[in-house]
């Protein structure tokens, strides 16, 4: 079996750059265009803080749907378990993460989990804080604790594209006051998430938070951020639904907690072993970066890094 090394993750590198072909760059992201489509890097940082990186990997790009795994671990600090489940679902859904339809199921108007995209704006209305600013500061914090990067922050053009097109999400939002399911500010909730969204980060920032997931929520200075419990929650969500309506195609190729966004980037979290940050702008029609989904499966391939593999349980 392959080890990790710098030169086994350029190998894959190559091996996974065909697929971008496969998708398209989503140009409503300001300086988002067709050039990027080839661009491919990846950051691997293992429980003892070796750093592998390889291709287009100091590439920054906005957050996107990947900020939702931080909106639900803040929101499970503030609230704990039971408050957030009254709010929004744990259930996997097969519609496109943006889907309104779900919204009008007859027996509960819940977003079916924190992963979509109404769901993630409930789980931003219930973040504490006395103002959006107030409380968009506090998930930047969390964030830089989480990365241990400073620098972090929001890009004020993306995030006003993320206001421009955002009709659809104002859309799921109103719906949600219409039928009680969001009873908060709508407009605070809304500007919030957008503001999540709109945070960059390149390759090593993604792979620190998937690392944060597999070493139990504790930062690199050692302190615990966040208790196992509600980290258990966020890491099978993740695995049920963070790669949209293709998340059990990857739990089945892949076989570990993942978040994509569209900006293309993708959080790998291998619990006990590595946390993975991937960058290459290219997406399919389900919103999963093509070349980085192929490249984080044939990591889970070639090290053996699938949870449910035998191989990890029988030894000797
Ligand atoms: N910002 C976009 C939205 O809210 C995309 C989120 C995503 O990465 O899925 O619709």
Known sequence: M???STQFLNEAIEDSKPFASQGQ???TIPNFDDTMKDLLGITIITENFDIYSAGDYNHIVPMQSTSKIIGLMLALKDFGKDRVFQTVGMEPMGDFFNSISSLESPDTHKPFNPMINAGAISIA???KGQSVEKRFERYLTFLRDITENDGLQMDEDVYKAEIANGARNRSLAYFMQSTGTLVTDVEEALDL???MN???MCCNDFARVG???ARGGVDPDGNKLIPDHHLRTVKAIMLTSGMYNASGH???EVGFPCKSGVSGSIIGAVPGKMGIGVVAPAIDGRGNSTAGGALIKKLSKDLNLN???IENVIEG
């Open 2 to 4: 392959p080890e990790l």
């Open 25 to 27: 760059v989503n140009t």
């Open 125 to 127: 209305s219930l973040i």
């Open 193 to 195: 998430y957008f503001r």
């Open 198 to 200: 709109s945070v960059m």
């Open 211 to 213: 690392l944060f997931l």
């Open 250 to 252: 990857f739990a089945v």
């Open 307 to 309: 949870m449910f593999g």
